[in-house]
């Protein structure tokens, strides 16, 4: 199984149609069906359902599309990287972060990167702790931004001047919108509540989640804030994210009050590239490390 056919087998999935396909990345519709054929048979399992007039994917093949595209994913950053070379700083850097406004320093770290290497560019991908955990074990980005406990027999960190601040977003009309602050125990524990779903046994240190009704969970909060705009729950999660000025929802946050730290990680031993290492070193100097 080569990268070639993992391509032309992501152009049938995308396409649902063997035509369409081999028009698409230019090759004959014999070829595309031998190469199709050739890897089912490879892999002793079918990846499509043909239909009278689409493809659909059965399980395997849903499992390989998911892998494919992570895999051409990492085969085309590895080749930039190997162009770049030693000496030419350009390239790309992907970076994963969770919903944070503590994003800023990042931003404005390559900012200043980007006045003394215009040629290097950054791509940030959102996603909780559990989503950038994959990815960087995966390769598919060079390192990312978390919250909470770092292990360090795996990771590198910097530690970024940022902390951000919990508490909750609740609609305008509703009672809790009247407090300046949240005390979790007393005003929350017989509200519906929407929280991360990478949040464990705690919902705040020394808080048990087990007390309190859980409506939902969520990995963006975006779509949270539009549960709690129609009245699922009071949404769990950090300040500054989803603007609430001129909608109908307000944030109050917790008391005592939970800031968490914020962190750049990326895996021990990571052979970089030197745009990459660059931006890393200007990254500490800018956090004081």
Do not use: W
């Amino acid at each position: 199984m080569d990268l070639q056919v993992l391509y032309y087998f992501l152009a049938v999935a995308r396409e649902e149609n063997f035509s369409r396909a081999a028009s698409a990345i230019h090759i004959s519709q014999p070829t595309l069906s031998r190469q199709i054929a050739e890897l089912e048979e490879e892999l002793g399992k079918k990846l499509f359902v043909r239909g009278p007039r689409t493809l659909s994917l059965t399980p395997e093949g849903q499992l390989l599309k998911k892998r494919a595209q992570e895999l051409l994913e990492l085969a085309e950053k590895t080749e930039e990287e190997i162009r770049a070379g030693s000496e030419e700083v350009s390239g790309n850097i992907y970076i994963g972060a969770g919903e944070t406004y503590g994003i800023h320093t990042i931003t404005q770290a390559f900012y200043e990167f980007r006045r003394q290497y215009p040629d290097v560019s950054l791509h940030i991908s959102s996603g909780d702790r559990q989503d950038l955990s994959y990815q960087l074990e995966n390769g598919l980005i060079d390192m990312a931004v978390v919250f909470g406990e770092v292990d360090p027999s795996r990771y590198e960190c910097i530690t970024l001047p940022y902390q951000d601040r919990m508490g909750i977003y609740v609609r305008k009309d509703d009672p809790l919108s009247e407090k300046k602050q949240i005390h979790a125990e007393q005003d929350l524990r017989d509200r519906p509540l929407i929280v991360n779903r990478g949040t464990g046994s705690e919902l705040l240190p020394g808080i048990p989640l087990h007390l309190f009704r859980i409506a939902g969970t969520y990995n963006l909060l975006f779509n949270a804030s539009l549960m709690a705009i129609d009245g699922l729950g009071c949404v769990v999660g950090l300040e500054h994210i989803i603007p609430t000025e001129g909608t109908d929802l307000v944030f109050i946050p917790f008391v005592p009050e939970d800031r968490l730290r914020l962190y750049l990680i990326y895996k021990k031993y990571q052979t970089m590239s030197r745009h990459t290492a660059l931006f890393l070193d200007l990254l500490r100097r800018m956090a004081g490390e």
